[in-house]
């Protein structure tokens, strides 16, 4: 402050011919005493304070520079709005003093934590850190920091673990407390808002027991302190600091002290002698007769301490602006530039106010730094990303990594540029979260009681998948598709149908084709023996007809294999349809043609000509007809469709037939088995028939085996899932057709194969 004036002073472009006045006073960081020294510059001072006829006579303060602290501003400054004397403070950062309805006159050349809350909230969520502990000052500093910073971590999606309070001169076992929870937390990163004296309060209690290891996050107040950085434990800690600063000029000014010049001085004095411990003044010597007398020998350039280290220049260049916005103010109330020529009026009764209201509109640069006002009274925010770093010789020295620049757009204002270090001088950013990443194929599940970051991961259910980490939801898939295994992306469903390839499908058709080798062998062994009595006796042409159509049954089956058509769903069921009938009816006509027989042979009987050969192809055909008709009204009303099936599996795709009209589906079935019931009837009624060779019997057995084949097909079809509907009524369909072909043809082809000797008429008329 005293270079700064000093500058101004001698300037010939600010205040030229004007000399500015000053006091320092220590606040001691104590509210009492700022309050009282705010209440004496206010009343004005005393006369006889004031040498000379160079000086003011007013007394009334016009401005002040401080305090560095937020809780003695706010008590300042709320004394000083009454007098509107203008208030700067260099390092003064709670947020509530930008409320100009509280703090009217306050300025501040140093950014407001508003910004430095979002800063480190950015600068937390950057490295993925979500569960976090934090501590602070137990001052307006550290609540109403905290308190904004909190607010911006759950803007951000951070959830904190705990967060403490506490100050320097706070009992032994409260600070013991803290840093209990510093080492009980299971928080890796712990964001400390604080001053530097209660930060150092704190670190010398962890550092009574072995240090937990923790990634610490700083805000201004302390992580920049060169005397913090003993704290070994702490390496690789991450904070914002006040942009670093050259001030050209001050070191040499620090540097330009003589013996006589610090004599003079109290407190440079007290600074001298503890520098380079010795005695300038005879009762320090009195009183510690280790020191020796300052001799004059000690030279102030080859200090090495913090007075002459002006190369991470802060705070200081906040006092600076602020000093230097002043004395802007001022010139712009009292000083007119005419042409080249500045004239300032030496003797314009100057008031407070004046000097507030020029504050407001102050815009110039210094050292190329920027220096203006918002509305609010604060500045424009700019922090650098600072690192605590161990050098080769396991010194922590502080190196900036990057910046963070609150007047660029959203996404732009936070920048790292270099390398980082972390806990322990690690290299790999550590990992602070309540729990670990949901993988895409879960869901996030709040734990009970718990912050919204602490949760479980549960797999999506079933035809549910996320393809995002962390997602809090699964979403269905379009119903053609299912999810991997993995359930983190929706795959086409596989189709189904019984297919040629598959196992199922080759024995079918195996069997399928055996069924038609078999029919086409017993009518190959009939032609042969088409003059034998067996054959002659069977009524040949029906069965003949009956062997085509059992064939045609056979191979209709395999209409049902492979992927379904258009074409092929309405070709399987009236095949199957038409053919079964046609058998059936063959199958009915021999059934009648053996009651006649035997009812021709009682006296006077002609029954026989209302049922000869004529007869019984009418009768088939007929009887083919109705089905046909059937048929030909369910394609025509609403005919069976190729489908995809997506509700029997959700995993899968079924491609069958639709009936399109279950009426009409069940109107085939239902006539075919009306059909084969009457024939059932017949037969069983003509089983007793005397004959060697009563077919009725055979085809008593065949009909019997037929109904039970389809009574069962009923429950089986309708409850078999998939593809194994259509293996159930192929199944049916071969069953009930070997059934007919072995019942009936089989005993046949035996006797004419292996007892030709039977093969008579005379065995086939013997009635024994």
């Known amino acids: 402050m005293i270079f700064a004036i000093e500058e101004i002073n001698n300037s010939s472009e600010l205040l030229p011919g004007i000399k500015l006045g000053y006091q320092i006073h220590d606040s001691c960081i104590?509210?009492?005493?700022?309050?009282?020294?705010?209440?004496?510059?206010?009343?004005?001072?005393?006369?006889?304070?004031?040498?000379?006829?160079?000086?003011?006579?007013?007394?009334?303060?016009?401005?002040?520079?401080?305090?560095?602290?937020?809780?003695?501003?706010?008590?300042?400054?709320?004394?000083?709005?009454?007098?509107?004397?203008?208030?700067?403070?260099?390092?003064?950062?709670?947020?509530?003093?930008?409320?100009?309805?509280?703090?009217?006159?306050?300025?501040?050349?140093?950014?407001?934590d508003q910004f430095q809350a979002d800063g480190l909230a950015k600068l937390v969520k950057h490295f993925g850190w979500t569960w976090i502990g934090a501590v602070r000052s137990d001052s307006d500093y550290g609540n109403y920091g905290m308190a904004s910073f909190l607010d911006a971590a759950l803007r951000e999606g951070i959830c904190v673990e705990y967060s403490e309070p506490f100050y320097r001169t706070d009992p032994p076992s409260k600070i013991k407390r803290v840093a209990d929870m510093i080492r009980r937390s299971t928080a890796t990163v712990v964001v400390a808002f604080a001053a530097s004296g209660d930060m150092k309060v704190l670190l010398e209690e962890l550092a009574r027991d072995p240090p937990p290891p923790r990634q610490w996050i700083g805000s201004e107040g302390w992580v920049t302190d060169p005397h913090l950085m003993s704290f070994t434990f702490c390496s690789g800690a991450i904070g914002v600091a006040i942009q670093k600063a050259v001030i050209p000029g001050l070191r040499d000014f620090l540097l330009d002290l003589s013996p006589i010049e610090v004599a003079v001085s109290s407190v440079l004095t007290e600074f001298w002698e503890d520098a380079f411990n010795c005695s300038l003044t005879e009762s320090e010597k009195d009183a510690d007769l280790n020191k020796r007398e300052c001799d004059g020998t000690e030279d102030i350039k080859r200090l090495e301490n913090p007075y002459t280290e002006t190369s991470q220049l802060r705070a200081t260049n906040m006092v600076y602006k602020a000093v230097y916005a002043i004395a802007h103010a001022i010139h712009n109330a009292v000083c007119e530039k005419t042409n080249s020529t500045i004239h300032c009026d030496k003797n314009i009764s100057l008031e407070p106010k004046q000097v507030f209201s020029e504050l407001k509109k102050v815009n110039f640069s210094r050292n190329g730094y920027h220096?203006?006002?918002?509305?609010?009274?604060?500045?424009?925010?700019?922090?650098?990303?600072?690192?605590?770093?161990?050098?080769?010789?396991?010194?922590?020295?502080?190196?900036?990594?990057?910046?963070?620049?609150?007047?660029?757009?959203?996404?732009?204002?936070?920048?790292?540029?270099?390398?980082?270090?972390?806990?322990?001088?690690?290299?790999?950013?550590?990992?602070?979260?309540?729990?670990?990443?949901?993988?895409?194929?879960?869901?996030?599940?709040?734990?009970?009681?718990?912050?919204?970051?602490?949760?479980?991961?549960?797999?999506?259910?079933?035809?549910?998948?996320s393809n995002n980490t962390d997602s809090p939801d699964c979403f269905l898939c379009h119903e053609e598709f299912w999810p991997n295994a993995k359930k983190d992306k929706c795959v086409l469903k596989p189709v189904e149908f019984l297919s040629f390839d598959e196992v199922l499908g080759i024995i079918l058709v195996v069997f399928s084709v055996s069924g038609a080798c078999l029919a086409v062998t017993a009518a190959a062994i009939f032609f042969h023996h088409r003059t034998t009595p067996m054959v002659r006796a069977n009524n040949s042409e029906l069965s003949f007809l009956l062997l085509f159509s059992l064939t045609l049954c056979f191979l209709c089956s395999l209409t049902f294999i492979g992927a379904p058509s258009e074409w092929s769903c309405m070709l399987r069921h009236t095949a199957f349809g038409i053919t079964f009938v046609l058998c059936i009816s063959c199958v009915l006509g021999k059934t009648i043609v053996v009651l006649m027989a035997f009812k021709a042979t009682l006296p006077g009987s002609n029954v026989m000509k209302w049922f000869g050969p004529l007869q019984q192809r009418m009768t088939v055909v007929c009887l083919a007809l109705i089905q046909v008709i059937i048929c030909t009204i369910w394609l025509v009303v609403s005919p069976p469709f190729p489908m995809k099936n997506l509700t029997t599996y959700k995993e899968k795709i079924i491609l069958e037939c639709a009936l399109g009209s279950a009426v009409g589906f069940w109107a085939v079935l239902g006539y075919i088995g009306l059909l084969a019931v009457f024939c059932f009837v017949l037969a069983f009624l003509a089983r007793k028939l005397p004959d060697n060779f009563n077919e009725a019997k055979l085809i008593t057995f065949s009909m019997l085996i037929f109904c039970a084949v389809w009574i069962t097909f009923i429950p089986a079809y309708v409850s078999s899932p998939g593809k194994f509907t259509v293996a159930v009524e192929i199944f049916a369909i071969l069953a009930s057709s070997f059934g007919l072909i072995l019942c009936i043809f089989a005993p046949k082809c035996f006797i004419i194969l292996f007892q030709p000797e039977k093969n008579t008429k005379k065995y086939l008329m013997n009635k024994n």
């Open 371 to 465: 220096v203006s006002f918002d509305a609010k009274g604060d500045p424009m925010a700019f922090y650098e990303l600072v690192n605590w770093q161990k050098s080769e010789s396991g010194v922590i020295e502080l190196v900036t990594v990057g910046y963070y620049d609150a007047s660029l757009p959203t996404g732009e204002q936070f920048r790292i540029n270099g390398n980082l270090t972390w806990l322990d001088g690690g290299t790999q950013v550590p990992v602070s979260v309540c729990s670990e990443s949901c993988p895409p194929g879960t869901r996030k599940v709040l734990q009970k009681g718990k912050p919204i970051c602490c949760y479980d991961c549960i797999s999506c259910p079933e035809g549910e998948i």
């Open 30 to 112: 104590a509210v009492p005493v700022a309050a009282h020294v705010a209440f004496q510059l206010s009343n004005g001072q005393d006369p006889m304070f004031y040498q000379g006829s160079n000086c003011s006579q007013s007394g009334v303060v016009i401005a002040a520079v401080g305090d560095s602290g937020s809780t003695p501003s706010i008590s300042i400054s709320r004394i000083f709005r009454s007098f509107s004397i203008p208030l700067v403070s260099p390092f003064a950062t709670c947020a509530c003093l930008s409320d100009k309805q509280q703090h009217p006159t306050f300025f501040r050349t140093i950014p407001s």
